[in-house]
C-alpha cells in the first residue's frame, strides 16, 4: 500500500534552516507529482511546493518563495524540502503528498495520499 512517511521536522530560531525528508513506497514514485503543504493551529491546510515526477519543474507558494526549496531523488523514492531563512509563521505541520499526476497543482483536492505529517516550529 502507499506509504509517506516525514521526517526531519523540529524546532528553529528565525533565520534558521530545517531539511524535511519523505520517504515514499507502494507505488511508482518516478511518475507522480509530489508536493508539500503545511497547517498551522487554527488555520486551513495550506499548499507549499510541488515538482514535477521528473523534478523538471518545481513551483512555490508565494509565502516562502525564495526561501524553500523542493527536491527529488527518485532512485531513492525521496521528495526534500529544504527551508531556509525561517519565520516564525512558517511553524505548521507539514505533510508530504503524492499528486494524481505526473503534473504538480496546487490545489489540494489533487493529491490522494497523505503522510502522517512533521512539526516545524520556528521561535527564538
Known amino acids: 500500500q502507499v506509504q509517506l512517511v516525514e521526517s526531519g521536522g523540529g524546532l528553529a530560531q528565525p533565520g534558521g534552516s530545517l531539511r524535511l525528508s519523505c520517504a515514499a513506497s507502494?507505488?511508482?514514485?518516478?511518475?507522480?507529482?509530489m508536493s508539500w503543504a503545511r497547517q498551522a493551529p487554527g488555520e486551513r491546510l495550506e499548499w507549499v511546493s510541488g515538482?514535477?515526477?521528473?523534478?523538471?519543474?518545481?513551483y512555490y507558494a508565494d509565502s516562502v518563495k525564495g526561501r524553500f526549496t523542493i527536491s527529488r531523488d527518485n532512485a531513492k523514492n525521496m521528495v526534500y524540502l529544504q527551508m531556509d531563512s525561517l519565520k516564525p509563521e512558517d511553524t505548521a505541520l507539514y505533510y508530504c503528498?503524492?499528486?494524481?499526476?505526473?503534473?504538480?497543482?496546487?490545489?489540494?483536492?489533487?493529491?490522494?495520499?497523505w503522510g502522517q505529517g512533521t512539526q516545524v516550529t520556528v521561535s527564538s
Open positions: 515538482i514535477y515526477s521528473d523534478g523538471s519543474n518545481k
Open positions: 507502494g507505488f511508482p514514485f518516478s511518475r507522480y507529482a
Open positions: 503528498a503524492k499528486g494524481r499526476y505526473m503534473e504538480v497543482n496546487d490545489e489540494l483536492s489533487e493529491y490522494d495520499y
